[in-house]
Structures are given as structure tokens and as C-alpha cells.
């Protein structure tokens, strides 16, 4: 199965555009303030614009209310709510129903009793996303360029899509999938210039290091 890609934490349409064109499936837009990637629903509206059909939007919450939510998805389509925050399994499935969007909880990861949460989502998410537990003074939970211990993943059966996050970039991309056989990739800093800037030239890069990938694994 070919790796997908989510290019996380999108502001210009440009970078959308471009991210599309290298093969992205999914493009990032981050509902939360304190983030440098934060884009508000008016402006997310026009993002969206330039999202071509096949590619899907991802809105990134944390902890968000139902009336936040609201307010977003009456301004802007979204296919997936990406819930990076502390959100519940009770609150996971509460938000796929009520919103009538997919759901992909992250699950923040730095030791293996950090995965003994997971079976409690399965039947909650659609997707689960495994990315790096955030530094604990930092203003917000994800996109800080850090790796976790990809060996923790080794042999996941989930039985449910899963993308791995955390860290990634052109130059450790094969080894981490080579490690977590993950069939979805997720990126943010690794990108960019500085954060919530994306750097045409790294995403360039990040897809020609998925190109390999495929070519390697290509009978
Ligand atoms: O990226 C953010 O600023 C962000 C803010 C609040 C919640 C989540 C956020 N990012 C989530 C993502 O999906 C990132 O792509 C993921 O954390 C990986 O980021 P990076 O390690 O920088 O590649």
C-alpha cells in the first residue's frame, strides 16, 4: 500500500497547492490560538479553496468545545478533526457524532505505557495518530520537531488507519518507516523554515524521500 502523507500546519494557499501537487492526502490547518501554525476559521475558509478534490482537510483542535467546533465547521469544510489534546474516548466518539466528520485522536507518545491507552480509542476514532509527548512548558501539544522512540511501534496491529508524527524530516523518513511500517506519515517543523513557516524547497525534499521509499518497496 503506498505511504500517505499529511502536511500539517498549512497557512499559505501557495503551500497547500504545492504539498497537493507533490501527493499529499491530507493538508493541516491548526484551530488552536497559542499556535504559530494557528489560522482562524475565516482565513481556513480560504485555504480551503485551494485544496484540490482527492486531498483531504484535517482540523487540528485541542480540547475544543462543542461550541468551537461548531463555529469552525460552519465556516469550513473539513473531512477530518484531527483531537490533539486530552480528549476521552467517551469525548472522541461524542465529537464523530455530533460533527458527522471523521475523528483522528492523537496519542502522545514517549514510553510504552503511553500506548496502554490505545485499545480504549479503536472503536472511538477513525484514525490514530502517534506523535512525540510535547515538552511539558510548551504553549501548545504538537508540531515541536520531536521524535519519540519509533522502536515502541514495532509490530502495531491496530486494525484501524494509523499515522505516525513527531519529528519527521527528508533525512530520517526511511528509517522511520522502515521501523513502525507506518502507512501514514505526518510532518510539520521538518518542512519548514521556522515554525509556521513552510519552506517550499523541505517539502520538496520530504516528498522525494517518500518517492524513494516507494521505489524501494516497488517490486
Ligand atoms: O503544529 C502545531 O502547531 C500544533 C498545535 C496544536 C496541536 C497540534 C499541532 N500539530 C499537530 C500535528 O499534526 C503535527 O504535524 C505533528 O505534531 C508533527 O509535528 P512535527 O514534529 O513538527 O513534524
Request: charged share 25%; aromatic share 6%; net charge negative.
Amino acid at each position: 500500500m503506498a505511504l500517505k502523507v499529511k502536511v500539517c500546519g498549512l497557512k499559505e494557499p501557495a503551500r497547500i497547492e504545492q504539498a497537493a501537487a507533490l501527493g499529499a492526502a491530507y493538508v493541516g490547518l491548526v484551530f488552536y490560538p497559542p499556535s504559530p501554525r494557528y489560522v482562524d476559521p475565516a482565513r481556513a475558509r480560504e485555504l480551503v479553496l485551494h485544496v484540490p478534490a482527492g486531498v483531504e482537510t484535517v482540523g487540528v483542535l485541542v480540547d475544543a468545545t462543542d461550541a468551537e467546533i461548531d463555529a469552525i465547521l460552519q465556516t469550513v469544510p473539513l473531512d477530518i478533526l484531527q483531537l490533539h489534546g486530552y480528549e476521552t474516548p467517551e469525548r472522541v466518539e461524542a465529537i464523530a457524532l455530533r460533527s458527522g466528520c471523521r475523528v483522528m485522536k492523537a496519542i502522545r507518545v514517549e514510553e510504552a505505557a503511553d500506548l496502554e491507552q490505545v485499545p480504549a480509542y479503536i472503536e472511538a476514532a477513525d484514525m490514530i495518530l502517534f506523535d512525540a509527548k510535547p515538552p511539558r512548558d510548551a504553549g501548545w501539544p504538537g508540531g515541536h520537531g520531536l521524535p519519540f522512540d519509533w522502536r515502541l511501534l514495532r509490530g502495531l496491529g491496530l486494525g484501524k488507519p494509523w499515522a505516525l508524527a513527531g519529528g519527521l524530516h527528508a533525512g530520517n523518513l526511511e528509517t522511520a518507516v522502515t521501523l513502525t511500517g507506518a502507512p501514514i506519515i505526518d510532518v510539520s517543523s521538518g518542512v519548514e523554515a521556522k515554525p509556521g513557516v513552510k519552506d517550499p524547497e523541505k517539502l520538496e525534499a520530504f516528498f522525494a524521500a517518500v518517492r524513494r521509499i516507494a521505489d524501494r518497496a516497488a517490486p
